[in-house]
């Protein structure tokens, strides 16, 4: 009967341990801020997602989303201590990494150039661009880069056969392309649709030429990832299960990128939508092609980009994880 006593007594105090510690754990998140680059309804929406379907929450992280304008400005936002984990774009990356910065991605979400050249009407053919001026966004953006990959993909020398101004996202730049202040620019998907509805025609497609790229990724410090890897291990199960909402749940995806967006014409919302379902890859590993092919660029003017090993540029264990534990094989067999 003591034996038996001293067992209850024994389950009762675990029970009430257990009663008075469950809440703390339930509730327990870890703070943190990440941004996103984008107000267009792209590749920013995985962010947007994560956030607004309780992803991130769902494994323990009270995230704060931010919008940070640009991936040169959310890459050093993250060089900051701003942003632990957020977006930001290859140029910015290797930049920064050239200049002795810690910051490494660890995930890649757009991996070719998803632009398009679009011109003012009365520019018919890519000839017809010299002499003009184009709208570009700062220096080490990957509209930036895009930009002039696409002018000598068709035999135009950037700031020789054309004049480059330096406007702002592509809302700014649209808006310039409007007002006549420049007679062409490149946008993504979703200002490829807003260009057409609005009379302005696509001189170039880049995305067909399927150019390795990483457009978006997301990036964090290695002091993070040596300190805290299983908040960074969290953090992409969360943007794991929100590329898979993005691709499997169309209506609300489109639901939250109008409230992001404040973008009201469906017909630009789903084509957007279309486009990086097919193109958000379901593993979102960084392209080390893409990060090389920046690297080859930016050697002509730095010689230190030619001496650098890629890999030390990317950090894709987290990814690997998530495809090797059979995590994200299981959130498209549900």
Do not use: C
């Amino acid at each position: 009967m003591r034996r038996n006593r001293s067992r209850r007594t024994v389950r009762l105090t675990l029970l009430v341990t257990l009663l008075f510690m469950t809440p703390a754990v339930l509730t327990a998140a870890d703070r943190i801020n990440t941004s996103y680059i984008s107000t267009s309804p792209g590749s920013s929406t995985v962010i947007w997602i994560a956030k607004d379907a309780r992803l991130f929450e769902k494994h323990g992280l009270d995230a704060t989303v931010i919008f940070i304008s640009g991936s040169v400005r959310g890459i050093q936002a993250i060089l900051a201590g701003e942003i632990p984990i957020g977006e930001g774009g290859g140029p910015g990356l290797t930049s920064a990494r050239l200049a002795g910065g810690d910051v490494v991605a660890i995930a890649g979400n757009v991996n070719v150039l998803p632009y398009y050249l679009v011109s003012h009407p009365s520019i018919k053919r890519t000839e017809d661009l010299r002499g003009k001026i184009g709208g570009t966004h700062i220096a080490g953006t990957t509209a930036e880069f895009a930009l002039k990959v696409g002018l000598k993909k068709i035999g135009l020398e950037p700031n020789k056969d054309v004049t480059l101004r330096v406007i702002g996202g592509s809302t700014e730049r649209m808006v310039a392309l409007q007002k006549g202040i420049v007679q062409f620019t490149v946008v993504t998907e979703a200002g490829k649709a807003t260009a057409e509805k609005l009379g302005y025609p696509t001189v170039l497609d880049m995305a067909t030429l399927q150019i390795p790229f990483p457009q978006n990724g997301v990036y964090t410090s290695t002091k993070l990832i040596r300190e805290n890897p299983d908040l960074v291990r969290r953090y992409m199960r969360g943007y794991a299960e929100a590329i898979h909402f993005y691709k499997t749940r169309k209506e609300e995806t489109l639901k939250i990128m109008r409230k992001y967006s404040r973008l009201d014409d469906r017909k630009v919302l789903e084509e957007a939508w279309d486009w990086h379902t097919r193109f958000i890859p379901q593993a979102p590993y960084p392209p080390p092609e893409g990060y090389q092919l920046i690297l080859q660029d930016m050697a002509a003017t730095n010689p230190k980009a030619a001496q650098v090993n890629v890999k030390d540029y990317l950090d894709s264990r987290f990814v690997k994880e998530l495809e090797d534990s059979g995590f994200i094989k299981g959130l498209y067999r549900k």
